[in-house]
Structure formats: C-alpha cells, structure tokens
C-alpha cells in the first residue's frame, strides 16, 4: 500500500472507536435519565439525519479541499456534539451534531482510497478500512460499556483535578469526556495525511447548483446496471447493520436479562463476526464477481429472526459470530463495485455522499421504523421480527432485479463486468 494508507487508518481507527463507544454512553445517558424507552432506538435515525439532510453539499466539500483537512475539521464537529452532551442539552439532538461530523468525514475517508490507490487495490483496501472499522466498533463498544460499567467508571470519577470544578459527576459524562480526547488523537493523524496530488474542484457559489449536481450523480448511479445493484445492497446492508447495533441492546434485555455494559459484549461479538467475513471477503472475491454475495443479504434478514429463540449465551455468541461474518462477506465487494462505478462515473466525494445519502436515509427509514414500533408498544422480539422479514425481503427484490438486468441488458452489465475485470488487473 502507499504510503499514507496507514496514516489514513489510523485516523479512521480512533474517529470510529469514540463513535461507537459514545453510543454505548448516549444509550446510558438517556437510561440514567428514565428517558422514554423509544428515546434509545432513535439514537440511529438521529445519528442519520445530517447524511440526508447535507448529502447534496459534503461530497462537493470533500473535493474541494484537501481530504485530510477535511476529516480534521469532521473530528472538531464531534467534539462540540460531545460538549453539548455534557452541558445539558438533550442526547439525541447532541448526538445528531455528532452525526453531521460523521456526514462530512465520511467521503473524504472513503474518497482518498480511490485517489491514493489504483482500482486493483481497492477490494483489499476496503477488506482493510472495513475490518479496521470494524475492529474499532468492537473495541468502542466494549470500551464504552466499561466506561459505564460499575468498575471502571468509579475508579474514573474518583480522578478529580485539585481546584477544577469539571462538572462530570456520572459515568456517562465521564465516557463522553474520555471520547472528546479520543476525537482529539484521531485529528492529530488527520493533520498528517499527505496530499494525494488528485485536482480539487471548488464549490460553486450557488447552493442550488451543488443540489442539482448531487440529484444528477444520484440519478447517474441509480441507472448504472451495476452502480444500482451494488448501491441498493449497500443501502440496505448499512440500514439493517446500523440498527441492529442498537437492536442488540433490548433483545439482550429482554431475553438474557443483560445492562447496558453486559448487552456492549454482544454488539461487539457481531462486529467481530463482520470483521472476519470482511477480512475473508478482501482475500477470496474479485470486483467483477461482487453481485455473487446478494443471497447473503437475504439470509441475514432471515437470520436475525432467529435471534427471538436464543436464550442462552452460550448460542448466542456464534450465532451473532455468523450473522456478522454474513454481513462482513457481503459488503465489502459490494462496497468495492459501487466506488469503482462512483469513481467513473462521477468522481471520488460525490460518489461516496450520493452513496452516504442513500444508506443514511435506509438507516434512518428502518431507525424510525424500529423506533415507532418500540413507541407504540411492540415487543422487542416482535419488532425483531418484522425488521428482519422486511430486511430479507427487500433483498429478495434486488436479486430479482440484477437477474433481471442479467437477462435484459446482459451486453451493458458484460460491458461493465469486463471493465471491472480489466481494472482489476492493473
């Protein structure tokens, strides 16, 4: 790999670890409060918002400056949604600001690996940047359930500074304080990404312009024969996978009887799983054999259905293992494909926020779905349920459509695989 792909992974790395285990504090938080139980689930659509709501502009950002800048400045975003937390203002609206960081970070993270690195690299730098992600969440959510947890949060709280009044008197403030300094660490890197030497395009001076733009890159993508495959099954994988990292947290309630610290093992033992079929995923498959792992996604809808007839942990465990490595296996090539396509047809940033627009707004869509359910008084076992049935079906229908596209445009999709073949090679 060139050299700066190591820097870039290790600002993801640390960027990623405080997410997640300031998640695993915001869901504390809002429990320590007696908050509305519906108030926990709608931690992801909020995180969501600010990918939908900005996607038209973070991609245009992201190539119009140098893409390391751009993450340092996404890291200084998080840090005033952590503060907010810790003056009072409501979880779910700080946890949206740190969503807006996380919107404008994630095509300059993504869109460097298309400037840096050439297409036949870029399934193994994916395999990389997915498990080192994933890698990340599972050590942010352990870290963040100890953090909240009853033997490591004392031993924190009781590190008072002689003669400095911090106002962090809980074990969920003490977590997202920790997580600001981690924010910190991931910036440093960020200032020592080099220049990849890719053309900077200046944002336009009309907002409307930049809208425009981004709804015709939408369109571009969504009818590429292959860009719409790879970019429907991202969409739903990361609307289902960004749910169930909170869905984790009442089903280990609910069936094992777990607190918060306890259910932060299990959504780390998915991550895991994950980070395994990624890791294998970047060593079997090739960009011109990416659409052979759509069947995974249906069966991981129909897997986490099974979760509402474990009872024991000792099930638990490899089952989640499998659900995750189900998960790990299907993104990455997908991933892979829908940048190739991205990258050809519309440039590195936009390509990612029009993918960024699309997966938010899954995750958003099945948050809110997930969260009205919990609201009105599902259980957390039927929810699971009618999530999982609605995530399989949904990828049903898009493996109907490639075969469609298969029988229907074959000499386009041929085009296409061809051309991912031959840049594969190089």
């Not at 193994?124 to 959510?141: D, F, P, R, V, Y």
């Amino acid at each position: 790999m060139k050299k700066g792909f190591y820097t870039i992974m290790s600002a993801q790395f640390f960027s990623s670890l405080a997410d997640n285990a300031l998640l695993v504090a915001a869901i504390e938080l809002l429990r320590s409060s007696q908050a509305p139980a519906w108030q926990v689930p709608a931690l992801t659509p909020m995180f969501a918002l600010f990918y939908v709501l900005l996607a038209p502009f973070v991609g245009a950002f992201a190539d119009a400056l140098p893409k390391g800048r751009v993450m340092f400045i996404s890291n200084g975003i998080k840090v005033v949604g952590c503060l907010l937390m810790l003056v009072g203002v409501h979880p779910l609206l700080a946890y949206a600001v740190v969503g807006l960081g996380a919107a404008a970070y994630s095509p300059a993270k993504y869109g460097i690996l298309t400037e840096l690195l050439p297409p036949s690299q870029l399934v193994k730098a994916n395999g990389w940047i997915e498990g080192l992600t994933i890698a990340s969440i599972i050590l942010g959510i352990l870290l963040g359930g100890q953090l909240v947890g009853p033997q490591l949060a004392p031993l924190l709280l009781g590190l008072d500074l002689p003669g400095v009044e911090t106002g962090v008197d809980t074990a969920p403030e003490m977590a997202i304080a920790a997580m600001i300094a981690v924010y910190a660490l991931a910036a440093g890197f960020n200032l020592s990404i080099p220049r990849t030497g890719a053309p900077l395009m200046p944002l336009p001076r009309n907002p409307g312009t930049l809208l425009m733009d981004f709804v015709s890159c939408n369109s571009r993508l969504w009818q590429d024969k292959l860009g719409q495959i790879s970019l429907a099954t991202t969409t739903v994988f990361w609307g289902f996978g960004g749910n169930l990292r909170i869905i984790v947290f009442p089903w280990a309630a609910a069936a094992l009887g777990y607190t918060t610290t306890q259910a932060s093992s299990l959504a780390g033992v998915v991550s895991l799983g994950v980070a395994a079929g990624a890791i294998v995923a970047s060593m079997r498959m090739r960009l011109d054999r990416a659409t052979a792992v759509i069947p995974l996604g249906i069966a991981m809808g129909l897997l986490v259905i099974g979760l509402n007839l474990i009872r024991d942990i000792g099930v638990a465990i490899p089952f989640l293992l499998m659900l995750g490595a189900a998960g790990g296996y299907l993104v990455v090539p997908m991933n892979a494909l829908l940048q190739h396509r991205g990258h050809n047809l519309m440039g590195a940033g936009r390509s990612i926020a029009v993918q960024n627009f699309n997966e938010q707004a899954c995750i958003l869509a099945l948050g809110a779905f997930y969260t009205g359910m919990t609201k009105f008084g599902l259980s957390a076992f039927t929810a699971i349920a009618v999530f999982g049935l609605l995530v399989a079906g949904v990828m049903e229908v898009i493996r109907r459509w490639h075969q469609h596209n298969l029988r229907h445009h074959s000499q386009e999709v041929e085009r296409l695989l061809d051309h991912a073949r031959c840049d594969d090679c190089h």
